[in-house]
């Protein structure tokens, strides 16, 4: 039900857009993040925007340089990344939560894309 696209292999500095495409269903009145996972280590927080799209929050690794921001009439999520460094690399996950707010919990989610892999070289 969630497909998350535009990654890719971009050097320090660079820039990506992730989006994340909704299918089956609406998430217009739910909140939406992205999280992220480096191999062995445990999913990481990293943006989340509530189902008006006024309210974001960003983990401190990636605030100043990633915008989350969605599009309820196209049932899309996005995440523009820039100023990108290398500790960016890693599988980003778009995901929806049960409710209409956002939250930095991966537990409060209960539906997530299969993943897009993320590798900026130094």
């Known amino acids: 039900q969630l497909q998350a696209s535009g990654g890719g292999l971009v050097q320090a500095g660079g820039s990506l857009r992730l989006s994340c495409a909704a299918s089956?269903?609406?998430?217009?009145?739910?909140?939406m993040g992205w999280f992220r996972q480096v191999p062995g280590e445990e999913r990481e927080f990293v943006a989340a925007?509530?189902?008006?799209?006024?309210?974001?929050y960003y983990a401190v690794s990636v605030r100043g340089r990633f915008t989350i921001s969605r599009d309820n009439a196209k049932n899309a999520l996005y995440l523009q990344m820039n100023s990108m460094k290398p500790e960016d690399t890693a599988v980003y996950f778009c995901?929806?939560?049960?409710?209409?707010?956002?939250?930095?919990?991966?537990?409060?989610?209960?539906?997530w894309g299969q993943g897009t892999q993320v590798t900026v070289s130094s």
């Open positions: 089956g269903r609406t998430f217009s009145n739910n909140g």
């Open positions: 925007i509530d189902w008006k799209g006024t309210n974001t």
């Open positions: 995901a929806v939560t049960l409710g209409s707010s956002w939250s930095m919990q991966a537990g409060s989610y209960k539906y």
